[in-house]
């Protein structure tokens, strides 16, 4: 399977507990972003790597959370202290970027987290 | 900032009808991407179509077909005769040259019956 996967797939705990979630990416893509989407929603941004670098955070992303990439492959985010309003759908998606466009976002499966 | 507005929270069809969602967006930027995304009960992001803000015109899919009017700031997408496999939830989103995050809107549940 060549397309963006995530793991797990579905993840319940209980609040205050930390959870990982992890995202490999199409192997050529140099973009990567994450996602988050509650029920009735469309998708939120909440931040994107370029390579290995952070380039964008939205204001979503609060303390609690940290994404990392480390080798500019896969990537993994990290909500701490979780809260039930964390409960959602976290949606990885990986791009190829040429010149200045950019290109179509590919979406993995998703995360669904359930906070007790 | 960017906006996208899908006024149409859920639609019902019957089998074999026309159905069009409707898109509206916001950007003050002048280059931009729209893309609709279909989301079958299984979650994953289907991706449909990528229209840039210089190419008016528009585009036919098998049974899928793009209005994109600038004039208006609306990209509706139509699927003649519908099927049962076509329930799904549609999101229409925007991209701007400027940034690297898609905007989506709220998407539009589409129900499809015999």
């Known amino acids: 399977d060549t397309g963006v996967s995530q793991n797990p797939r579905h993840k319940i705990t209980k609040r205050g507990q930390n959870v990982t979630f992890r995202c490999d990416p199409i192997?050529?893509?140099?973009?990567l972003y994450w996602y988050r989407q509650t029920l009735g929603q469309g998708p939120e941004f909440l931040t994107y790597?370029?390579?290995?670098?952070?380039?964008?955070k939205s204001r979503l992303l609060s303390d609690r959370f940290s994404a990392e990439r480390p080798k500019g492959s896969f990537s993994t985010l990290e909500i701490q202290r979780t809260e039930q309003g964390d409960s959602a759908m976290y949606l990885c998606?990986?791009?190829?970027?040429?010149?200045?466009?950019?290109?179509?976002?590919?979406f993995g499966p998703g995360t669904r987290l359930t906070v007790l | 900032a960017q906006k996208v507005t899908q006024a149409q929270t859920e639609i019902s069809v019957v089998e074999k009808e026309d159905v069009t969602l409707d898109c509206v967006y916001e950007?003050?930027?002048?280059?931009?991407?729209l893309f609709w995304y279909k989301q079958p009960p299984s979650g994953e992001l289907v991706f449909l179509i990528r229209?840039?803000?210089?190419?008016?015109q528009n585009e036919i899919s098998g049974r899928y077909s793009w209005n994109f009017q600038k004039s208006t700031s609306s990209f509706n997408f139509t699927i003649t005769a519908s099927q049962v496999v076509d329930s799904a939830v549609y999101f229409c989103?925007?991209?701007?040259?400027?940034?690297?995050?898609?905007?989506f809107g709220t998407g539009t549940r589409l129900q499809v019956t015999l």
């Open positions: 950007t003050r930027d002048t280059t931009y991407y």
């Open positions: 998606a990986s791009s190829l970027l040429w010149g200045a466009a950019d290109n179509e976002q590919f």
């Open positions: 229209r840039n803000s210089f190419d008016e």
């Open positions: 790597f370029q390579n290995e670098a952070q380039l964008e």
């Open positions: 192997s050529e893509h140099n973009r």
């Open positions: 989103a925007l991209i701007v040259i400027t940034a690297s995050k898609l905007t």
